[in-house]
């Protein structure tokens, strides 16, 4: 019993030597940016978006993408964002491709583009929107299975000009 005690103390004293060294600490790290420095913003404070939905980073955080689905209709939803993924921004484009990536067991892949359409774009000559929507609920289906291993998700869309491609995981921005 006091080989147990001595033990038990001898663990919490190390922990707390660990703590004070600053190798444990109850606050999350800080997420470095793509190029090597810090963001100015905290990601965990947009996991999800201001519908809801999940997050992408587009480029060195020039846009956010936000994706939604609805396993009902299978309806899947992106909404174009801006830096801070806190506000829709029209952009010119005349789709945004989603690709599932599925793997077999015997290392095989084979590729779906799925095109999603703008909703209700401006007028003019070059049309902006900030809403791209379609309905299909193999996509749906392989979207929500993302976390499931043998799917992987690619987003790569044209966005006024500048051409943008990103992985896709249901916790997107925790990179």
Known sequence: MARMLQSLFFFLGLAGVLAAAGCISSEPPKQPAANGGEHGHDHAA??????????LELGDEEYHAEWLHDGETGL????????????????IADKLTITIITFTSDGKSTQTPYDLLPVNPTEGDMPKASKFELID?????????LTKGAIEAKFTATLNGK??????????HHH
């Open 46 to 55: 947009h996991v999800h978006g201001p519908h809801n939905g999940h997050i």
């Open 76 to 91: 899947v939803t992106m909404y174009i964002l801006d830096s801070e993924a806190k506000a829709e921004v029209p952009v």
């Open 137 to 145: 609920k193999r996509l749906e289906t392989d979207l929500s299975a």
């Open 163 to 172: 051409k943008y491609e990103t992985e896709i995981t249901h916790d997107e």
